[in-house]
């Protein structure tokens, strides 16, 4: 058997981090983006309206005399006592 | 850490290596332990050329083989050029590479150390614990659940939220 010039082409050698770069930067960008859109209207969106919702027809001396009649309060206890 | 050959036995753990491996039977092993002050050829995947050749006695054939591997190796037979594969190395990368069944062994012995764990961890808890807090109680846990409630403990997403306060139920 004889060997006749057998060769590979040669591989390559330069731009590999621009290559990489140019291919994962845009998706990282996309991903984070999607990630911090999806957390704000997953959370932070629904609880700001949570929040306001609450506060809306917040009645705080009728709430401070609810618990103040379950006994919780060291300094005012329950009407009646 | 040089790897001596493959010491199947699970508790085996010494440097030395038993003749019967057959690492050492081709050289001038006199003694039972392996010389490390001399060259030693291992069978590894990440060292292709080791630092001798498997076979360093040679008898007459072996020694007239070499001579001809001086020559073209064009010259050579297939059967030439296999036994002098043969004698520079002892095992193919595939014979090397080759799958062993210590897989088996490992996650047998990984579900035996956690049942054997289970066990101590069951004794651990009829004999060591010490008793458990009053607050562990079912009618502690109820009066202090009733308790967060009255304080409105998070009244807005979290706890007290789940609480109907007019029909007095869970929402």
Request: glycine share 6%; proline share 7%; with cysteine.
């Amino acid at each position: 058997m004889s060997y006749s010039k057998m060769s590979l082409a040669k591989p390559v050698m330069r731009g590999l981090l621009g290559k990489r770069l140019r291919f994962h930067l845009p998706i990282a960008f996309a991903l984070s983006l999607m990630a911090a859109a999806a957390f704000k209207f997953g959370v932070t969106e629904p609880r700001k309206r949570a929040y306001a919702d609450f506060y809306k027809n917040y009645d705080a001396t009728k709430e401070f005399n609810n618990m103040r009649e379950a006994g919780i309060f060291e300094s005012v206890r329950p009407t009646g006592k | 850490m040089l790897h001596l050959g493959h010491v199947r036995c699970m508790f085996s753990r010494r440097v030395v290596v038993p003749l019967n491996s057959g690492l050492g039977t081709a050289s001038h092993e006199v003694s039972d332990q392996l010389d490390m002050s001399q060259p030693i050829y291992s069978d590894r995947p990440d060292t292709p050329l080791p630092d001798r050749p498997w076979k360093d006695v040679l008898d007459a054939t072996d020694k007239s083989l070499k001579q001809k591997e001086k020559g073209p190796w064009s010259a050579l037979s297939k059967e030439e050029k296999i036994a002098l594969y043969r004698l520079k190395f002892n095992h193919t990368y595939p014979e090397m590479k080759r799958p062993s069944q210590e897989w088996k062994t490992v996650i047998g012995g990984m579900f035996f150390v956690f049942g054997f764990t289970g066990l101590v961890v069951f004794w651990q808890g009829l004999y060591v614990y010490p008793p458990q807090p009053p607050t562990f109680g079912e009618d502690w846990q109820a009066k202090q659940v009733q308790r967060m409630l009255d304080m409105r403990i998070n009244p807005i997403e979290g706890f007290s939220a789940k609480w109907d306060y007019e029909k007095k139920q869970w929402k």
